[in-house]
């Protein structure tokens, strides 16, 4: 990475909190703003637009408009592929201070804002904007009397709502597919992190998207984001976000218009750890990076770690011994690999599953604290609790923190029985070098995705989502498009 000061970046950095509607950047129309605090030290960083039913209102219609005009859906697939690229183009050319915003909003550390977060959402806009002129429709095998055309057709006006702990790729892993299937988007990002949306949306402008196209209005769940679930003009609310509040997404569209619902929600996945598995450095370095990755706030983070007795004690010393690596410092500096927690909740709450985890009796080896409390911001300590079980609140529910639980196992029937035993299924990982085993292990599973003898490969390719209550739908990979496209049976009578 070049030799950027980032904090002389920070202050002098141009912070815009307003919505963007119908190709404008525009207050609330209830005038009402909220304060976003930084999660690096606790200090005001922008006063953002508090949206609610009227803006979504303004918001939806701008789109169905814009949908309606047909400035967007009826363009070619090839010149919406390169009004697409050239979106991602410019997320890329703005990098760093896209990357700057992500940090400042939700405190992680700048190297990955820069390496992971920007790239990969430019990367997946560029993908489907790729992708979309070489899928082609169908015909069905009917007989000489008729032809059944069986073709794809974009929706309407898609409702995005998703989480802020990676702002920019959730966001993206809606509108890769959404945008480029001719659809309009109505975006509702996280309080807690809204400042790249309103920048991707005006960027996509500049791109050449029609106004309308892409509408960002920012504001808290039970206002805008409940606004724009039951509003009737929506077609499909793509969600990424906790299990509770998916719940009530299903609600909204059977409350409203019965719009399609994607869950994409939470997860407590299990990372399976067999003493045949020949190199165990790997499997330790492996589990940790993969917990502690973005301050354990991932969805797919392995938080349950699950190790056969006979290798256990060696095994949680080993990831124990790497922990080092992982403690939190300033997420400006260039080094840091573990940043700020998102808000004084989110700290509150892993301090609060600590406390449960203590309580409980399980054993906490390392961390367990708040750290860098004189800074004013959100740091805990890389946390590893041993002698966990399953009927345990830290092995139950999602924490979304820097916490891994340790549960040990006797054999692989319990392995697999411990894994499942989960409301959840959104990814496992099962550690072994017996070919048998891993594929056994692999398709006894339950979860939308199983890695062997790994955790961090990732592709734009592949689908990403969960079994039971890690939701339903898919994002990423073509399969996405299913999501905001309506399929359309057309029958030609052949005189
Ligand atoms: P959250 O459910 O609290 O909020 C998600 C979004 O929903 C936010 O924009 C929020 O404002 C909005 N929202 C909240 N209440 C609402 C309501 N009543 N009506 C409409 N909208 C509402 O989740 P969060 O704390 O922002 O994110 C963390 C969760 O997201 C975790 O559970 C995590 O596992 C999940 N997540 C899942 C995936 C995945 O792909 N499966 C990816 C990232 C995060």
Avoid at 41 to 48: D, E, F
Avoid at 212 to 228: I, R, S
Avoid at 312 to 331: N, S
Avoid at 402 to 420: C, H, K, Y
Wanted: aromatic share 8%; with cysteine; hydrophobic share 40%.
């Amino acid at each position: 990475m070049r030799d950027i000061d980032w904090h002389e970046r920070a202050a002098s950095a141009v912070l815009d909190g307003r919505a963007l509607i119908g190709g404008k950047r525009v207050a609330a129309a209830s005038g009402e703003t909220f304060e976003k605090l930084s999660p690096l030290n606790g200090r005001a960083l922008v006063q953002t637009a508090r949206g609610a039913a009227a803006d979504i209102d303004a918001a939806v219609r701008s789109a169905r408009a814009a949908f309606e005009s047909g400035a967007w859906r009826d363009q070619p697939p090839a010149s919406r592929k390169k009004v697409l690229q050239r979106f991602a183009e410019q997320l890329m050319s703005h990098r760093e201070e896209l990357a700057l915003l992500e940090t400042l909003d939700m405190g992680k550390p700048i190297r990955f804002s820069m390496s992971v977060d920007v790239p990969s959402a430019a990367q997946c806009i560029s993908w489907y904007a790729e992708a979309v002129d070489k899928i082609y429709d169908e015909i069905a095998p009917t007989g000489p009397q008729a032809l059944a055309l069986i073709t794809r057709e974009p929706m309407g006006v898609i409702g995005a709502i998703v989480p802020w702990n990676y702002p920019m790729i959730m966001a993206a892993w809606k509108l890769g597919p959404a945008l480029a299937a001719g659809n309009s988007v109505v975006l509702k990002p996280s309080e807690k992190s809204p400042l790249t949306a309103m920048r991707m949306a005006e960027l996509a402008l500049e791109a050449g998207l029609p106004e309308g196209v892409f509408n960002v209005v920012p504001g808290f769940g039970h206002e805008a984001g409940e606004a724009l679930a039951l509003h009737p003009d929506v077609d499909a609310v793509g969600f990424t976000g906790s299990t509770r509040v998916g719940r009530k997404m299903l609600e909204y569209s059977g409350r409203s218009n019965l719009k399609r619902v994607y869950n994409e929600l939470g997860g407590k996945s299990a990372f399976l750890v067999f003493k045949d598995f020949t190199d165990l450095d790997r499997a330790a370095s492996t589990a940790a990076s993969s917990i502690f990755f973005n301050q354990g706030e991932s969805c797919n983070a392995p938080t349950r770690l699950l190790v056969e007795d006979s290798i256990a004690d060696e095994f949680v010393a080993r990831v124990t011994a790497l922990v080092g690596k992982y403690q939190p410092a300033d997420p400006l500096n260039t080094k840091t690999v573990m940043g700020a927690l998102v808000d004084e909740g989110q700290m509150k709450t892993v301090l609060g599953y600590i406390d449960a985890g203590n309580s409980e009796g399980a054993r906490c080896v390392t961390g367990g604290t708040r750290m860098l409390e004189q800074t004013g911001g959100y740091f805990v300590a890389p946390t590893v609790f041993d002698g966990v079980n399953n009927g345990m609140k830290i092995a139950r529910e999602e924490i979304f923190g820097p916490v891994l639980s340790v549960l040990r196992f006797s054999d692989e029937a319990q392995a697999v029985a411990i894994a499942n035993d989960s409301s959840y299924g959104l990814q496992a990982s099962v550690w072994s070098s017996n070919l048998d085993r891993a594929h056994r292990v692999a398709r006894a599973l339950r979860a939308g995705t199983v890695h062997v003898n790994q955790y961090d490969e990732d592709d734009i390719t592949v689908p990403f989502g969960g079994y039971k209550q890690s939701g339903n739908g898919r994002d990423k990979s073509l399969h996405a498009f299913d999501k905001y496209t309506e399929l359309k049976t057309t029958w030609i009578r052949i005189g």
